[in-house]
């Protein structure tokens, strides 16, 4: 049974999208999830700088922003103290076939749910993650893009095994990192910080953006790399982000313990404090 606050497609509130959309038939079209705090949504311009990028790449004709801007609003205003904001743009309803029509209005889906802090216990002291055994096919002619096309994320989370594990960590066909099911990975090493490139394959998440913003302000050095699972090993450090979660240390990957570093709770201390 679903425990969403409210849903609006279209500004109409409803939860039935026509049988014909685009995004429902071919994940045609992108979308956002974003951390509403104390009636903000966290970094509200950042997500929605990526949303028109997503709807720019796939060359789908969105002219509804300031609309959009206004259902945010009246969804926002219905949030509780910690709720989750969720924006899918599809190419909206078109006849049968792939080929996407001259000429479509694109669909608009905003959704408010309820959401919970993360446990004490596992910002302080870390998350387990399995590795996913399905491997991700590269290059991807949409790395980095938060399309609709999550059907390799679905699978990877599939391994997790339930009440152990937090995430499970995707790797590419080269056996590079890549991310986690639904989370982007960082390495703590030498006192600065890696994360796997993503523009051949991957989402570029807002809280990874936040994170290689805000390090070297703090004098942590970060960059993107390739990087393996067994660099992952050899670090002195991992942790995760995702918009709802921000950034949490990662204990153990499999039988790998990982020793505790301050700088995830360092990085995690600055960016709960921002105003977005």
């Keep these: 049974m679903s425990d969403v606050i409210g849903t609006w497609i279209d500004g109409v509130a409803g939860n039935t999208v026509p049988a014909d959309d685009r995004g429902l038939q071919y994940g045609d ?7 509403v705090r104390n009636g903000v949504p966290r970094f509200i311009g950042m997500h929605r700088d990526r949303l ?3 709807l720019t790449q796939l060359g789908i004709q969105f002219s509804a922003g300031k609309i959009l801007d ?3 609003a009246r969804a926002v205003a219905l949030a509780p103290p910690l709720a989750v904001l969720k924006i899918i743009v599809t190419r909206g ?3 049968r076939g792939y080929a996407p029509p001259a000429n479509s209005e694109a669909r608009r889906i905003v959704s408010l749910w309820p959401t919970t802090p993360l446990a004490d216990n596992l910002v302080g002291h870390g998350v387990n993650l399995g590795v996913a055994r399905l491997r991700l096919p590269q290059p991807s002619p949409f790395a980095g893009l ?3 096309n999550r059907l390799e994320n679905v699978m990877a989370a599939r391994d997790i095994n339930a009440g152990a594990e937090f995430d499970a960590l995707l790797l590419d066909t080269t056996e590079r990192l890549v991310s986690g099911a639904s989370s982007n990975v960082f390495l703590v090493k030498g006192g600065g910080i890696l994360t796997p490139r993503v523009d051949r394959v991957g989402v570029t998440g807002v809280m990874r953006q936040v994170v290689l913003r805000e390090a070297p302000r703090l004098g942590i050095a970060a960059r993107e ?4 699972l067994d660099d ?3 670090a002195d450090g991992m942790f995760i982000t995702n918009a709802r979660i921000g ?4 204990q153990r990957v499999r039988e790998h313990v990982f020793g505790m570093t301050d700088i995830a709770s360092r990085l995690r201390s600055v960016i709960e404090a921002l105003d977005a």
């Design 146 to 148: 938060k399309h609709l």
């Design 247 to 250: 950034v949490v240390p990662v």
């Design 70 to 72: 206004d259902e945010i």
């Design 29 to 35: 079209g992108v979308f956002e999830t974003i951390l």
């Design 52 to 54: 028109r990028r997503g």
């Design 232 to 234: 992952a090993r050899s």
């Design 225 to 228: 790399q390739d990087l393996t």
């Design 93 to 95: 309803s078109a006849r």
